[in-house]
């Protein structure tokens, strides 16, 4: 069982080049999330798409754009990669209602 | 400002003995909470969960406890065995915001064989 499924997996990138992570999931879910993950802190939340078709910024959404190209696929793009955006980057997905998300293995992701 | 607060960075354990990992709230319009664990390199996994309405959610070794008027939340791992050593996120959900996720800094834990 596949789940969600994030590529790739490493990444460097040097500052002012752009990037796509593509996020798949199977499990029909119509919520998809992108988070990033940084040392001694919990996982943020930077944006998401409660259903095909939308999208909505959460707590950190600067600098990054997203497209929910159907309901499998969320991807998260970087147009001008900065530093502070070396981090660890973590999609999930979920359904309405008392049901927890489900993630995928991240994107480890370097910015030089 | 930090909404899920987890204030042990680390716990260490014995094996067959009981690990409690707790972690506390702010915001009062938080209605299901969730424990995730993860192993380095992977994602976090779903570990347990309990609503608002209760105050106990039992599944195998772990169970998780709510106290509403402390904002406060534990998971007891009982026993601990040297395959739970992870780090142990708390994440709660803001019934304002539909199903968005707010998540604690995480508490590593380590049961010692």
């Known amino acids: 069982n596949a789940g969600v499924t994030q590529t790739p997996k490493f990444q460097v990138l040097k500052t002012g080049q752009s990037m796509t992570l593509q996020c798949a999931q199977d499990m029909n879910h119509n919520s998809m999330y992108w988070y990033r993950q940084d040392p001694g802190m919990g996982l943020r939340l930077i944006y998401y798409?409660?259903?095909?078709?939308?999208?909505d910024k959460g707590e950190v959404p600067n600098g990054y754009n997203v497209s929910r190209l159907n309901k499998r696929e969320f991807s998260l793009r970087l147009e001008s990669a900065a530093p502070s955006q070396t981090s660890v980057y973590f999609c999930?997905?979920?359904?309405?209602?008392?049901?927890?998300?489900?993630f995928g293995d991240g994107t480890r992701l370097s910015i030089l | 400002d930090q909404q899920v607060k987890q204030n042990s960075p680390s716990l260490s354990v014995q094996e067959g003995r009981i690990s409690i990992l707790n972690c506390d709230y702010t915001n009062s319009m938080f209605d299901y909470f969730l424990w995730y664990k993860k192993y380095p390199a992977e994602g976090p996994t779903f570990l347990i969960s309990?609503?608002?309405?209760?105050d106990k959610n039992e599944d195998g070794r772990f169970t998780v406890f709510l106290n509403k008027s402390a904002k406060h939340l534990s998971l007891h791992i009982v026993p601990s065995q040297p395959g739970d050593s992870a780090v142990y996120f708390c994440?709660?959900?803001?019934?304002?915001?539909?199903?968005?996720?707010?998540f604690g800094a995480g508490t590593i834990l380590r049961v010692k064989s």
């Open positions: 994440a709660a959900r803001d019934m304002e915001y539909g199903n968005k996720l707010v």
């Open positions: 309990i609503s608002s309405i209760k």
């Open positions: 798409s409660a259903s095909e078709g939308t999208t």
């Open positions: 999930a997905s979920g359904e309405t209602g008392d049901q927890p998300q489900h």
